[in-house]
């Protein structure tokens, strides 16, 4: 319970909004303070945060004052304005440079580095608590080390027993998403005041519990958007505002909250690796998108893996907040309705995935007038005690006092029922543990001699990068209904992240009658990457002979037959890795089968690589030796070359295009070629205007688009409200212009690019166009007989996954495939209508059977059933390859890529799968198909 003395009291009772502004407006509340605690008060720092809150009410009595400390630096000493300030953004180094200036000055700080950014920027994590407790921070990070494993600590008493020495670690993060500015500058008086405030509140959290602070978890988008911020945004009104900056991260830009799962950017590698370091047992991500404050509990259907005190724990904490705010008379604090609980890749979801609570603020952003209207206007509800306000005048500093008055208060929450959270995590990691004992399935299996084994090892050491342990079978295992063979990855469930294991491995059933999800409902890990995996249902696993795997796996290259007289053959296999090995024997003929055949003893699937011997270099085996083992190839050599159609693998110049408003749609694909170093070229609506393509580039990949029709692509960012909206860098804005730069990002490549293009195609150009770019070509008649398919509102798959079925076989772009791959597939990405006539140029369907949603849901299935995933449509010399899907997903859909690279490695022979092709010049066509 809170402290009778509590300056809290002087002003919650009986509050009004009405009452507490009289109190602020005739006599400051903080006079309150300053006399409850003795200590002295920052009169200039206090006065200005009072002039920089549009309404009294928007101000609570934990923020409506600055303490004064001798030597100890306000962020105004440091940075010459308050937090909050009109028109000030931070840029990252002076945060720093505050958060290091504090720490010096006082015990009560430290500043630890937890990785660096792509662009060379240090993340950090700000600890504030007591000086005994920074001191001793390696202790008490231990102590919950063992309270996170059920194993080390078995009982309630030995539970209770660390409990007691204990103190609870709760970290917040913000700033993840650049345009959400309050978190980074709300951080620094957030620390400060948790330092040296001697009022009851902070003393109380500084005295129980430490707090961890982390500015900003995304400060390359951070200055990024800084500039922007000062060269074009200062002083704007919400009709005109301007297009926001164009790149936050390398490659995502609000998908940095959806990379979770995979784990797959820097930044999120430092804040996994940061959570086990620090080991907090609250993670929470403040954001900004809706009025006034928003606090996360979810609507449900809550994730099935996540145990019920997580869960509980949201609501909880959740309604602690809303109604100690709401006592404060700050209007429009509310909870539930917004988010559903579901999905575990955001940020956040670092700790719910791993038995500690992961939870969410968004607040009212950047200082403007707003008015909300029609669907935006929050209602009075159950969950929503105090709507905000129809029309307001915001500011900053508003948002600053919401969000640090929050935070206070679920700190305080904390501080004062640490032994309840404590245990509860304690309690979660057991609960796991124990599941994973009892309840089937007891292991997930990943056989060893799978077809592709580059994508098993990826897999794995996603589940390494979450902490998963994973064994591996150190001789053949035989339990009840199947075996498995020496070297297969194991995944036992008896361990305290059994829960995320049955989350990424297991199938995803979002239920039927829950409502719209807020992000996807499948993410099954195997399915997306291809990868088997065998759920095991007898605990005579826990018997079997294994070792644990404990630093990242590779697959092992080999060279099978070396100094071969024949051939060297590498079987496609949709191994990602196929592509970068072409492209390190550049200096050689490379032939692709066009069917399966036998050779050496094995079996080879369509578009394996075949090496010809007698025409190569001496250094044949040498070089093919190297890329086995650098690339996790197995290389196969024969006494001759097998007996198959073939045609020549060349080495296409690719070029990834990107919009200027969506430049994550790009990210994506960037990153996998960027991944497994497959050169290409980066270009924008610039590029496509110029033209002369041909002469530069033999594929082109249309990433998505942000939705839109074909014309709104062509258009481009609206150029209304400014003149040329340049992202270059510059002495004064040094932080824009990477990793791409523009003089204008506004416009579209405009009907000279699709002219461009379309010659690209007719002189012998492969375009590929991924998800709803499919509507450029379509819109704009650079293919016939194909068009877009109405969906009915009623079909709904909000990021599922569904069985494929692949239509023509001998296509080289489905080398490699098996008859029915998995598609991951979003609402967002449309669907196509075939002309009969063109039926013989998909390549790929959606399964034509019942039940094709794999993990997810589907509603409507009928309208996705039989429905072209991937269509090659010759066009002149060359060729537009509609994917109806995005094979790019998050870093996740691995067994999709291969798609793509099918396509960039037989881009010059892709007719040789279309055995009558069907051309625009045949207009005739009806008979054959
Ligand atoms: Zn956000």
């Known amino acids: 319970m809170p402290s009778r003395k509590s300056h809290i009291q002087i002003i919650a009772v009986g509050v009004t909004a009405f009452t507490l502004s009289l109190l602020i407006k005739a006599g400051p509340a903080w006079s309150a303070q300053s006399e409850q605690s003795g200590q002295a008060v920052d009169e200039e720092y206090t006065r200005l945060i009072e002039e920089a809150t549009t309404e009294p009410e928007f101000l609570s009595p934990l923020t409506s004052y600055l303490p004064q400390v001798d030597g100890v630096p306000t962020p105004k000493d440091v940075l010459g304005y308050i937090v909050g300030a009109p028109g000030k953004l931070t840029y990252y180094a002076d945060i720093l440079e505050y958060m290091n200036a504090l720490a010096k000055a006082t015990p009560n700080v430290e500043v630890f580095p937890i990785g660096k950014t792509p662009e060379g920027r240090e993340m950090v994590v700000v600890a504030v ?9 390696d202790d008490y990070k231990a102590l919950i080390a063992k309270l996170a494993d059920p194993r080390v600590v078995k009982s309630e008493e030995e539970a209770d027993e660390i409990i007691a020495q204990a103190k609870p670690i709760y970290w917040l993060t913000g700033n993840l998403h650049s345009g959400e500015t309050g978190a980074a500058e709300n951080s620094m008086e957030l620390a400060y005041r948790l330092a040296v405030d001697e009022n009851h509140i902070p003393k109380t959290i ?107 724990e949201w609501n909880l904490i959740a309604w602690w907040e809303v109604t100690q705010l709401t006592s404060y008379g700050m209007p429009g604090v509310w909870t539930h309705g917004f988010w559903d609980g579901w999905a575990p890749n955001y940020l956040f979801a670092v700790a719910n995935n791993h038995n500690a609570l992961g939870r969410f603020y968004e607040t009212f952003g950047n200082s403007m007038e707003r008015e909300l209207s029609g669907g935006r206007r929050p209602s009075k509800e159950w969950y929503r005690p105090v709507p905000p306000y129809e029309k307001v005048t915001w500011s900053m500093r508003n948002n600053v006092n919401y969000q640090q ?34 309840e089937p399935p007891y292991a997930y299996v990943l056989p060893a001699g799978q077809k592709d ?44 992240y059994r829960n995320l294991a049955l989350n990424l491995i297991g199938k995803q059933e979002y239920p039927e009658d829950a409502p719209r999800s807020y992000d996807d409902t499948g993410w099954t890990l195997g399915l997306q990457m291809d990868v088997e995996t065998v759920a095991v ?55 692709a089968a066009e069917s399966s055949f036998e050779a050496g003893g094995r079996k080879f699937d369509a578009g394996s690589m075949i090496i010809p011997v007698d025409r190569a270099a001496a250094r044949i085996h040498q070089d093919v030796s190297s890329v086995a083992t650098e690339l996790g190839l197995e290389v196969v050599g024969t006494a001759a070359v097998p007996t198959v159609e073939t045609h020549e693998m060349d080495i296409p110049r690719v070029a990834i295009f990107h919009t200027w408003s969506s430049t994550q749609a790009d990210g994506w694909v960037r990153f996998a070629f960027d991944q497994l170093e497959i050169p290409f070229a980066m270009i924008d609506k610039d590029h496509l205007r110029e033209g002369n393509l041909a002469n530069e580039y033999d594929v082109i990949i249309l990433s998505t688009s942000r939705g839109g029709s074909g014309a709104d692509i062509v258009k481009g960012i609206d150029p209304e409200h400014r003149g040329p909206l340049a992202f270059v860098r510059s002495d004064q804005f040094k932080h824009l212009g990477v990793p791409d730069s523009s003089e204008d990002i506004t416009g579209g490549m405009g009907i000279d690019g699709v002219s461009n293009l379309q010659k690209f195609v007719e002189a012998g150009g492969v375009l590929i166009a991924l998800h709803n770019m499919v509507r450029l070509p379509i819109d704009f008649g650079m293919v016939r007989d194909v068009g877009i398919y109405d969906a009915s509102s009623e079909l709904y798959n909000p990021g599922s996954l569904f069985k494929g079925d692949v239509v023509n076989e001998k296509h080289p772009i489905v080398y490699g495939y098996g008859k029915n791959p998995t598609i991951y597939r979003s609402q967002s990405g449309p669907l196509l209508t075939i002309d009969e006539r063109k039926e013989g140029n998909v390549v790929l369907r959606f399964a034509d059977e019942d039940d094709i949603c794999l993990s997810g849901i589907i509603k409507s299935e009928g309208e996705l059933k039989g429905k072209a995933a991937i269509v090659d449509l010759p066009v002149g010399k060359g060729h537009i390859v509609l994917f109806t899907f995005n094979p790019f997903w998050r870093d996740l859909s691995h067994g999709a890529y291969q798609y793509v690279f099918n396509t960039i490695l037989n881009y010059n022979d892709l007719g040789a799968g279309i055995s009558t092709p069907a051309t625009d010049e045949d207009m005739e066509g009806g008979g054959s198909k």
């Open 129 to 137: 608590s007591s000086g005994e407790a920074i001191k001793n921070l």
């Open 206 to 312: 500084r005295e129980n519990m430490i707090v961890l602070i982390s500015p900003s978890v995304e400060p390359d988008g951070h200055d990024k958007h800084t500039d922007w911020f000062y060269k074009y945004n200062t002083e704007v009104t919400e009709t005109d505002q301007i297009t926001r900056v164009p790149y936050w991260g390398r490659y995502t830009f609000h998908d940095n909250n959806r990379d979770m799962i995979s784990v797959s950017q820097f930044e999120t590698q430092n804040e996994i690796n940061a959570f086990f370091e620090f080991r907090p047992i609250i993670v929470q991500d403040n954001h900004e998108s809706i009025p006034f404050l928003h606090v996360s509990s979810g609507t449900g259907p809550y994730n099935r893996t996540y145990d019920p005190s997580v869960t509980s």
């Open 405 to 438: 008055s929050a935070d206070m208060s679920a700190f305080y929450l904390v501080a004062t029922k640490k032994d309840f959270f404590l245990k509860n995590f304690w309690r979660r990691g057991r609960n796991s543990y124990e599941a994973g004992l009892n």
């Open 453 to 496: 084994p580059v994508d098993v090892a990826y897999m794995v050491n996603i589940l390494l990068k979450q902490r998963i342990e994973v064994h591996k079978a150190t001789s053949s295992i035989s339990v009840e209904g199947a075996s498995f063979p020496e070297g297969s990855y194991v995944v036992r469930m008896d361990q305290p």
């Open 537 to 591: 249902e007898d605990k005579a696993i826990f018997q079997a002979a294994l070792a644990p795997v404990s630093e990242p796996v590779e697959a092992e290259g080999v060279l099978v037959g070396a100094q071969a007289t024949g051939a060297y053959i590498v079987n496609n296999g949709t191994i990602n890795t196929l592509l970068p090995a072409r492209l390190k024997l550049k200096g050689y003929e490379v032939l």
